[in-house]
C-alpha cells in the first residue's frame, strides 16, 4: 500500500496535479491560467509543515529508489528537494545532524515531521574528492561505546541500533 500510495503521488505530479490529487493551475501547454498570471502554481502536500512557505511547484527528480522525491520551490523563492519516506523522517533527519557534525557537508534540513522531509536544494558539480575527505574524517569520529542512539533505515530494512562495548557484539 505505501508503494502505491507513493507512486501514486509521483504520478499525480508527474501529470500536473497537486499531491492531494486536485487539479493544478496550469493547462495542457504548461501555460498558466490568465487569472493566477504572476503566481506560482501552488503544490497542496499533506502534512506539509506550518512553519514553510508553501511548495509553489515541484516535479519529481530522478533516482530514488525508497522515496517519492520531489525538486520544488517555496513560495519564498527557495529551491528544495521534498522526501516522502517509508518510514519516520525525523530518523533521516537525526542521521543527516550528526553527519553534519562529523563535518560532513550534507544539505540543511528545513522540515521533518513524519513522513515528509524537506530539504535544502544544493546544486553544481558533485566534488568527489571532497566528499571522500569528509568520509575519511567521519570514519575517524570515535566514541567511548559502538551504536547509535535509535534505530534507522538503510532503504526499507530497519537496521537495528543499540549500545556495545565491542564492535562485534
Not at 13 to 22: K, L, P, T
Amino acid at each position: 500500500p505505501d508503494e502505491r500510495r507513493l507512486h501514486a503521488l509521483t504520478s499525480r505530479v508527474r501529470a500536473g496535479a497537486s499531491m492531494s490529487g486536485a487539479p493544478d493551475r496550469c493547462n495542457r501547454s504548461g501555460a498558466r491560467n490568465p487569472t493566477i498570471l504572476g503566481q506560482a502554481a501552488r503544490v497542496d502536500v499533506p502534512g506539509w509543515p506550518a512553519h514553510l512557505p508553501p511548495l509553489a511547484g515541484a516535479e519529481p527528480l530522478p533516482g530514488g529508489l525508497v522515496c517519492t522525491v520531489l525538486g520544488g520551490t517555496l513560495a519564498d523563492g527557495r529551491p528544495v528537494v521534498v522526501k516522502r519516506c517509508p518510514y519516520p523522517a525525523e530518523v533521516e533527519a537525526d542521521g543527516l545532524a550528526a553527519l553534519a557534525g562529523a563535518g560532513v557537508p550534507v544539505p540543511s534540513v528545513l522540515a521533518a515531521a513524519g513522513d515528509l522531509l524537506v530539504l535544502e536544494r544544493v546544486a553544481g558539480p558533485p566534488a568527489w574528492a571532497g566528499l571522500g575527505r569528509a568520509v575519511a574524517r567521519l570514519h575517524r569520529t570515535t566514541g567511548p561505546r559502538f551504536g547509535w542512539h535509535r534505530d534507522n533505515s538503510g532503504g526499507r530494512i530497519t537496521q537495528h541500533n543499540g549500545w556495545h562495548d565491542r564492535w562485534n557484539d
